[in-house]
Structures are given as C-alpha cells and as structure tokens.
C-alpha cells in the first residue's frame, strides 16, 4: 500500500482486504520520521510526515439513503458540513485516527471495514477515506472545539448540493461509496493519473 501512498493524483477503491490492524502493520504506525519511498515520479521529494506531508483519514457512513455529516466548528468554514476527517497523529494507525475523529466529531463509534478511496496531492497530503459501521456513541448535538454537531443527510441533497459544503472534494467520495453498497463492491479497484505504474509496480 506505501507504494500507492507517493503517487500524485491517486485513487484506490476497494474493500479493507485484511483487518484493520494487518492493514496498518503494512502501512506501519505514523510517527514522525515515518518515511515513504522516495521515488516520486513528479515532486523528486520525500514524502516525510511533519516535514511536507501529512496523512488526512475520512469516513464516509452511509445508512439507507443517508450520510453522516459534521458541522464544522473551525473560524475559516464554521457552519459548514463535511465528512469526519482530520490529520493522523504521530504513533497512531490509520484505523485508529478515523475511529477518533469520527468520535471526537459525530459523537459515533466507527468500526472501519472498507477503503473507499486513498487520494493525494505527494508528497503534501495523503487522504485515506473510510466507510463502516456504526456499532456505539450517540450522534452529536452540542458543539465543543472539533465540530458544531453531526446529522444525517439525504445522500440526493448532499450530491445535489442542497447542503452548505465545506468543499466539493467529498462528493466523488460519497458517491463511490454508495456505488461499491449498491454492487456490494469486493474486488479493487486501482487507477492512477495521470502516471502510469512501471512493470515492477504491476508486478508487485
């Protein structure tokens, strides 16, 4: 999966093909002088977490004909709705960050059980964005300093643009994700722009 992680313009839709902590011993436990490798067909730079690049998670939770959303409570998008997301912190999994940032700003228990897509812009930003289930908590409705609350909207609405968004970037995400619910999506899916991967990268 690093191998992905330093592509510009990348995008992986599939299934989390192991648990969430297999897959994060093969991603292994950001921290600080966490590398990826430095063949970076563009930027000739590497990817080093707190120096250039930082790893973003997102969870898209899909119930029914709804996805969760969160007002945000930051000054430059305050009142604006967006997906639970945020930065991974050093020594933490990527399962572990988007269980907490789904805590911390939906007031829900996550469990993690598909990647719906991993995007980026290497080496600044790596987003890993997941979708699961909600097994515990009670949706937010007071605000405090990681959002103003959370609600479920109409995924029609929110792809219809009926909801004041923080950013567009998440609808390509919302609608993968219901597309891979609708086919009960298990294969992957890899596709990356605009480079194409060397033989060694098939391969592997």
């Keep these: 999966l690093q191998h992905y992680f330093i592509q510009s313009n990348l995008s992986i839709y599939g299934p989390c093909w192991c648990e969430c902590s297999a897959m994060s011993e093969a991603v292994a436990q950001v921290t600080k002088d966490s590398l990826l490798p430095p ?15 930082c790893y973003i998670v997102a969870a898209v939770i899909l119930a029914d004909d709804k996805v969760l959303l969160i007002q945000e409570a930051k000054k430059s998008c305050r009142g604006q709705w967006y997906l639970p997301a945020g930065r991974v912190e050093p020594g933490e999994t990527l399962c572990g960050a988007v269980m ?5 700003e939906a007031g829900l228990q996550l469990t993690p059980s598909r990647v719906v897509c991993v995007d980026g812009d290497a080496p600044g930003w790596m987003r890993v964005s997941f979708s699961g289930d909600i097994t515990g908590g009670t949706l937010k409705t007071q605000p405090d300093k990681e959002s103003l609350q959370a609600r479920w909207f109409s995924v029609a609405d929110v792809l219809g643009l009926l909801v004041d968004l923080r950013a567009k ?6 609608k993968e994700a219901v597309r891979q619910k609708e086919v009960n999506f298990t294969g992957i899916k890899r596709h990356i722009a605009p480079y194409q991967r060397s033989n060694e990268a098939e391969a592997s």
């Design 39 to 53: 063949n970076l067909p563009d930027k000739g730079k590497q990817a080093a977490l707190m120096r250039n690049c």
């Design 100 to 104: 907490r940032e789904v805590e911390e």
């Design 169 to 174: 970037d998440i609808l390509p995400l919302i």
